[in-house]
């Protein structure tokens, strides 16, 4: 049974750097073809894909957010990150990671049940 | 990028009814490989989103027959036949084909 979930601090100022962490079971980002992507949505907005981080390291980000993203992994513990610097107000969003699956082109066929940011000074 | 538009922005349909959604993209969704990767997604209110359909017309695991997907190129569609309560929420496609990887702006469905 595969399962997500996403954890954060929940509320931050701007400038600071929002750090969260998806935990999840179920597959091993060790293993061929798979991968974690983080997505996010503001309260009763459309869906922005932010990051992906796949099995063999390699690394995507959406270039909208221009150098504010890193995704990182850690195997051992099945976990994946996201960090996003300087943060404003336009990042209040709730946070998805999703599994995705290349093998079977399972993209994001799996998602944690998000977390809710918000950026507030 | 590539844009993706849904139409309509939202659906009125009747328990029992069909629902049509489209989604074109700004650019064709071919990949180099030969696939297609457009996949459709709902968002039930106050949940996460759920994988439908993969790659134009595959419906994933545990989604019944009343979903299809179908299209190419730049052009999809999405139908739901005999709607139940439960398909009622917002519908999102999404392209990874290209990076970066976009999602459609979404279309609400609601009973009428």
């Known amino acids: 049974q595969v399962t997500l979930k996403e954890s954060g601090p929940g509320i931050l100022q701007p400038s600071q750097t929002l750090s969260l962490t998806c935990t999840f079971s179920?597959?091993?980002?060790?293993?061929?073809?798979?991968?974690v992507g983080w997505i996010r949505q503001p309260s009763g907005k459309g869906l922005e894909w932010l990051a992906n981080i796949w099995w063999d390291d390699d690394k995507y980000y959406n270039p909208s957010l221009k150098n504010r993203l890193t995704i990182s992994k850690d195997t051992s513990n099945n976990q994946a990150f996201l960090k996003i610097t300087n943060v404003d107000t336009a990042d209040t969003a709730t946070y998805y990671c999703a599994r995705i699956e290349v093998y079977y082109g399972f993209d994001f066929d799996y998602w944690g049940q998000g977390v809710m940011v918000t950026v507030s000074s | 990028d590539v844009v993706l538009t849904q139409t309509p922005v939202s659906l009125l349909i009747s328990l029992g009814g069909q629902a049509s959604i489209s989604c074109r993209s700004s650019?064709?969704?071919?990949?180099?490989?030969?696939?297609?990767?457009l996949h459709w997604y709902l968002q039930k209110p106050g949940q996460s989103p759920q994988l439908l359909i993969y790659?134009?017309?595959n419906r994933f695991s545990g989604i019944p027959d009343r979903f299809s997907g179908s299209g190419s190129g730049t052009d999809f569609t999405l139908k739901i036949s005999r709607v139940e309560p439960e398909d009622l929420g917002v519908y999102y496609c999404l392209q990874r084909t290209h990076n970066p990887w976009t999602f459609g702006g979404g279309t609400k469905l609601e009973l009428k």
């Open positions: 179920g597959f091993s980002l060790s293993t061929y073809g798979m991968g």
């Open positions: 650019q064709s969704l071919v990949h180099s490989n030969g696939n297609t990767y």
């Open positions: 790659q134009v017309s």
